[in-house]
């Protein structure tokens, strides 16, 4: 029994580093801050939810940044931009601001605190005062349009059309429950007009999707080089941060080590 007992005690001290080899590793972190702005604050947009931008988020978190992922409720402008703005309060010290489609209408506003040191739009709207994002739509249509209002003043994507207007760049897979997943905007707050832009004095960082069916690229370039934003073209669809995440993120770096 000794004998067998031995052994059994043996053999168990020898597996001890394999298994230690085997168990699931921690996600590296970071040995120093990153240089510049740490927080960082995104505001999706309309027919998706703050989901998709969890490997955007995975990327900077593993540099050192805080990553605070906003879910706007879509309903007025004015809601939005105040969640927006306590999102900013509750960060410890200065932000950098991001905005994918509609959420561009939030951050140009929301942006106009001192805490805030640089925006970044993302496939994004970038109104002036008194501008609306329907109206900036409206301005320069896009390749396709499949946007349907309900009887209450809702709105929402075509289920079939969302693949092919949103992200012809990812697996059916993934678009397919994008379609039937997506949360519903308002009339309202497309319509809101703008009260202050802060890319008037802050800094601005942008990204151009070059395959872009939901919102027009030539609409992106022109409100981009109206607010003087460094812009980095990449050729993707409108949920680029989904499609090319590395990409999206480099860009918000950018910002973020390029103030204090």
């Known amino acids: 029994m ?9 053999l168990m001290a020898s597996m001890g580093p394999a298994l230690a080899d085997d168990a699931p ?4 972190t970071p040995t120093t801050a990153p240089i510049g702005v740490k927080n960082i ?3 999706p947009g309309a027919f998706v939810d703050g989901s998709g931008w969890r490997v955007v ?13 906003e879910q706007p409720r879509i309903e007025t402008l004015a809601d939005d931009i105040d969640l927006t703005r306590e999102l900013i309060r509750q960060q410890d ?4 601001l991001v905005g994918h489609s509609y959420g561009g209408a939030v951050i140009t506003v929301a942006g106009n605190r001192d805490k805030v040191k640089a925006l970044v739009y993302v496939a994004s709207v970038q109104p002036s005062e008194g501008e609306s994002l329907s109206q900036l739509l409206g301005s320069m249509p896009s390749p396709s349009n499949d946007v349907v209002a309900t009887r209450d003043g809702h709105l929402y994507v075509n289920p079939d059309k969302f693949a092919a207007d949103f992200a012809a760049d990812l697996t059916p897979n993934r678009t397919n429950f994008f379609a039937v997943s997506q949360p519903q905007a308002t009339t309202a707050a497309f319509n809101a007009t ?12 942008a990204v151009l999707t070059t395959e872009d069916h939901a919102l027009s690229p030539d609409l992106q370039r022109w409100m981009y080089q109206r607010a003087g934003s460094k812009v980095t073209e990449i050729k993707a669809s409108h949920l680029v941060y989904i499609s090319q995440p590395e990409a999206v993120a480099k860009v918000i770096e950018e910002a973020a080590t390029s103030v204090h």
């Not at 000794?2 to 043996?10: E, V």
């Not at 590793?25 to 590296?28: C, I, L, S």
């Not at 988020?57 to 992922?69: E, F, P, S």
């Open 25 to 28: 590793k921690a996600a590296p």
């Open 2 to 10: 000794r004998t067998l007992l031995s052994i059994a005690i043996a």
């Open 194 to 205: 703008v009260s202050s832009a802060a890319w008037h004095t802050k800094p601005t960082w």
């Open 93 to 96: 010290g200065p932000v950098v």
């Open 41 to 43: 604050v995104i505001v």
């Open 57 to 69: 988020h995975d990327i900077l978190i593993h540099k050192g940044y805080h990553v605070t992922v």
